[in-house]
């Protein structure tokens, strides 16, 4: 490892041995060993006598009440600063394997992938036709799942990059005992700054959080992917001239999201539209300033091409003050050509009085002229460095940064659509779900009918809606081109769900033809959640498709229609297992739908951060995709904690952005050729049986008598309502029982209370059922599945890693705060049996490894924090005990609510994840 910290293998219960402030600050320490002292000295100062609970010899439950609170403030800047200094070691880690052996050596980057791809035969050709088509979308979401504040984040930020700093081997002692000071303080800001938010976030303040990654790191990052690209084919096809499209996509949730949330407005969706806009603007305006200040080439040293001349006197004309800017910039061209371009961009938020740009088009082909000339004077290395990152910029992001999606809840918009019905048919009006409501909504398209409803005679939810279609109508036009993204219509369970957006469109003006013979110009976009959704989603989208109008209006979409597929509520419907299957059936059926259809059908994965909600490797994830069903299109959502790990950093968002974007691309190239991915009837009827085993012994325990008692007395789930993450509600309609709950809060709950079924229950079950019946034959064909089908790999090796974070005895302590010893006892016996079946079974499948033996960084890591994680659930059974003691009456103890809410998050801080 690098010297530049001295890499010791400092272990943390050597680091907490004896702390000895008064010596100096060596400049060979391990990066965790210096964080842990810093963190130390700034504890020691304000709370003497804590340092035994950082290093797990003291159990915060032991402590007295006015020391919980600050002992859990240490605990989880300790959990932060663990997770900072694995960013930064990581990153250390990719940099001396490229160092060593080259880019080809990071797996999972576009040096790697296409290495992999070359030395596997496939023509440069191919490739550039798959790049021609690639469409990475990575989609921000607003859900509740970010416990850390914007503030708290910054000072992480600042805090690696002090890190990296310190990596330097330029400093003098004295540099860098500045720099050493300089992170103290910043740890001293973290303590001082406190986790909890003091107010629930608004939406408004969620859209500001969601820009802040972008204007930090993903505008910057986005064109290095794209110079990944290029170098990984100079370096393994030097031959082909690559041309290498802007392939990213990004889209956000974040202000248009609505599922269930009632805060989100169309008021709100303009101002997120608003803010995204002005966002990149002034960022295009920072970048220009800078050609401003570069672009120094003098026409009395070179000769200036004359069609240059000509598009400079027209760029010039359009600022209304040529005269200004050749006055600055006397004999520079090039400066004055930049000069018109941001006094462009400025008039775009009415800064100047120049002739803004109508279309993101026009400021790229200016920027192209800029290209076009440095090559002509031959300035190319000046193009690629100044100029191309921004052109490629704005062809990624165009005036918008983000496609934002519209997302609201079929039940909502079948109600709506019933009102405005009644309003127009009376007594006739249809009720959902009959023939006579399918007939009624296809004869509205069809005729191409327009709506004539008195506004002021609507319900506030029906006014509310129709706002919305207004908004995207008139979001989708003139110079917001891309600023909508698609409508998603979560809990889709019929075709006639999905028309129904379409009538709704189509009343608010978004038909290109009124009488039913054009297209509706909107992506509509079907969410299928739960298992028996999956089980025929297929068949609505077949349904949906004999539909002309739809038919019309995907083709005017370039031929795609985008289905999107979610890992989170399928898992609390049927179990892990049933969920993933499911979902891998489900792709398989709709690939082989749009073949028959001659259409292309693209997948949106609604991944969370959790292992229970999708959230395994990206590489392996896309890796086990059914073959064919990628295409060079995927979108992906980044979730809550899940935005903050990855795109907090410049270097980790690089490497993430590639690691998804070569990912994709790898699935398209080979996905059809690779063996691990082939459809083998034996291992396929396996599955189906291991399925069905699994959701039953599932099914059996979420309709346990009693079961949801249990959940709710056992976990913390009522009381993360205390905490302020999201500006939703954690439940849908307001109903109390599971259906209604949201997927985030219940694995939000199982993993506090460190049971995480959801992420392993009635696997084990399944599998010793399996062997009962087929003996070592079958155990021989698990053996077989398991090395030779890259998706059932990745669900044992996501359940090993669930079951290593697993601990019933923790368990056992949150089963004692059921109020009934009988149902506590029955439950949890139950749950503990089947974990205990789970890794006995598969042990037997991965060749008898223990638990996690096949992940040794992921065992480390957590164990590294396990003695403090463990002492903080302890503290949490004593808090809720304290904290649900008090009568309906009687306000909740304060001090015991907020250590209450800080050990919520130093638990999801610990695992990594909330939901």
Request: aromatic share 8%; glycine share 8%; hydrophobic share 40%.
């Amino acid at each position: 490892m690098s010297a530049s910290f001295g890499w010791l293998g400092t272990t943390l219960g050597r680091m907490g041995a004896a702390v000895d402030d008064s010596r100096p600050l060596s400049c060979h320490e391990d990066v965790r060993s210096l964080l842990f002292r810093l963190l130390t000295s700034v504890v020691s100062e304000r709370e003497p006598g804590l340092a035994g609970v950082l290093t797990g010899r003291v159990s915060l439950d032991t402590l007295a009440d006015d020391q919980r609170i600050p002992a859990l403030q240490a605990t989880g800047i300790w959990f932060q600063l663990v997770a900072i200094a694995n960013e930064l070691l990581a990153m250390r880690s990719r940099r001396e394997l490229e160092q060593m052996g080259g880019a080809d050596e990071v797996v999972g980057s576009f040096a790697n992938v296409v290495g992999e791809i070359a030395a596997a035969g496939y023509p440069a050709e191919e490739l550039q036709t798959t790049l021609d088509t690639l469409n990475v979308g990575p989609t921000m979401t607003a859900h509740p799942t970010e416990a850390k504040r914007v503030t708290v984040l910054e000072i992480h930020r600042r805090i690696y990059r002090k890190l990296t700093e310190l990596e330097q081997q330029r400093w003098a002692p004295r540099e860098r005992e500045q720099l050493i000071d300089d992170l103290r303080s910043e740890i001293e800001l973290l303590w001082m700054s406190g986790e909890l938010r003091l107010e629930r976030p608004s939406v408004e303040s969620e859209i500001a959080w969601g820009l802040h990654f972008f204007r930090e790191v993903i505008f910057e990052a986005t064109p290095k992917i794209y110079d990944a690209v290029e170098e990984a084919f100079a370096r393994h096809y030097p031959q082909y001239d690559i041309k290498v499209p802007s392939f990213m996509r990004f889209a956000s949730w974040i202000g248009g999201d609505r599922d269930g949330n009632p805060n989100v407005t169309a008021k709100t969706t303009v101002r997120a539209l608003t803010e995204c806009r002005h966002a990149v603007i002034g960022w295009y305006i920072q970048q220009v300033r800078r050609l401003v200040t570069v672009l120094s080439v003098s026409a009395n040293v070179v000769e200036i091409p004359e069609d240059f001349t000509k598009a400079l006197a027209q760029a010039l004309h359009r600022t209304g003050t040529a005269r200004e800017i050749v006055a600055r910039n006397p004999g520079e061209p090039l400066r004055q050509f930049a000069a018109a371009m941001l006094d462009r961009l400025r008039a775009m938020l009415g800064e100047t009085a120049a002739k803004p740009y109508a279309r993101s088009e026009l400021f790229r082909n200016d920027l192209r002229q800029v290209e076009t000339v440095l090559a002509k004077l031959g300035g190319n290395l000046v193009a690629r460095r100044f100029v191309r990152p921004l052109r490629q910029q704005v062809e990624t992001f165009g005036f918008r940064t983000v496609a934002l999606d519209i997302r609201q809840n079929s039940t909502v918009v079948n109600r709506v659509l019933a009102e405005l019905f009644k309003h127009m048919d009376a007594d006739q009006a249809p009720t959902p779900d009959t023939p006579q409501w399918t007939k009624r909504i296809r004869t509205a398209l069809s005729t191409g009918e327009q709506l004539i409803v008195e506004p002021q005679l609507l319900s506030d939810e029906a006014r509310e809606l129709l706002d919305l279609f207004d908004v995207i109508r008139e979001a989708s036009s003139g110079l917001n081109g891309g600023a909508i993204g698609a409508f998603i219509l979560s809990m889709t369970r019929s075709s006639e769900d999905l028309l129904a957006v379409y009538v709704l469109a189509q009343y608010c003006g978004m038909a290109t033809a009124l009488d039913g013979s054009g297209a509706i110009a909107l992506r509509v976009v079907p969410l299928f959640e739960t298992i028996a959704d999956l089980r025929v989603a297929a068949d609505v989208l077949d349904q949906l498709l004999s539909v002309s109008i739809v038919r019309r209006s995907v083709r005017d979409f370039g031929n795609r229609q985008e289905v999107m597929l979610g890992y989170s509520d399928s898992n609390k419907d049927g179990g892990f297992l049933a969920s993933n299957w499911e979902l891998n059936k489900t792709q398989r059926r709709i690939h082989a739908l749009s073949q028959k259809r001659k259409i292309t059908i693209s997948f949106f994965h609604g991944r969370g951060g959790s292992v229970s909600r999708g959230g395994a490797p990206t590489g392996r994830a896309i890796a086990a995709q059914p073959a064919g069903t990628v295409a060079g299109v995927m979108r992906v959502t980044e979730q809550g904690e899940v935005v903050s790990s990855k795109f907090a950093n410049r270097g980790t968002g690089l490497y993430q952005l590639e690691i998804l974007a070569a990912s994709v691309l790898a699935h398209s190239v080979k996905s059809h050729n690779e063996p691990e991915l082939k459809e083998i009837p034996e291992f396929s009827e396996a599955l189906e049986a291991l399925t069905g085993m699994s959701q039953a012994s599932y099914s059996g325990l979420i309709n346990e008598p009693g079961f949801i008692d249990y959940f709710n007395q056992a976990s913390p789930v009522e009381e993360l309502s205390l905490l302020k993450i999201g500006s939703r509600p954690a439940r849908r309609f307001g109903a109390r029982d599971i259906s209604d709950l949201r997927a985030i809060p219940w694995v939000f709950a199982w993993s506090q209370n460190r049971h995480l079924l959801t992420n392993w229950y009635g696997i084990g079950s399944a599998l010793n059922s399996f062997l009962a019946v087929r003996g070592s034959a079958g155990l021989e064909l698990l053996k077989q599945m398991f090395e030779r089908s890259r998706f059932f790999r990745l669900i044992v090796d996501e359940v090993d890693k669930g079951l290593y974070q697993t601990d019933m005895e923790i368990g056992r302590l949150y089963a004692g705060l059921v109020q009934d010893p009988e149902l506590s006892e029955r439950i949890y016996r139950k749950i503990a049996a089947e974990y205990a079946l789970t890794r006995k079974t598969i042990a037997e499948i991965n060749g008898g490894l223990k638990v996690s033996q096949r992940f040794p960084a992921f065992k480390q890591h957590f164990d590294r924090i396990r003695p403090q994680l463990d002492g903080i659930h302890r503290l949490q059974v004593q808090l809720l005990r304290e904290v649900r003691a008090q009568d309906g009456s009687t306000a909740k103890p304060k001090r015991a609510v907020n250590a209450l809410l800080l050990s919520i998050n130093c638990i999801s801080t610990g695992l990594g994840w909330t939901g």
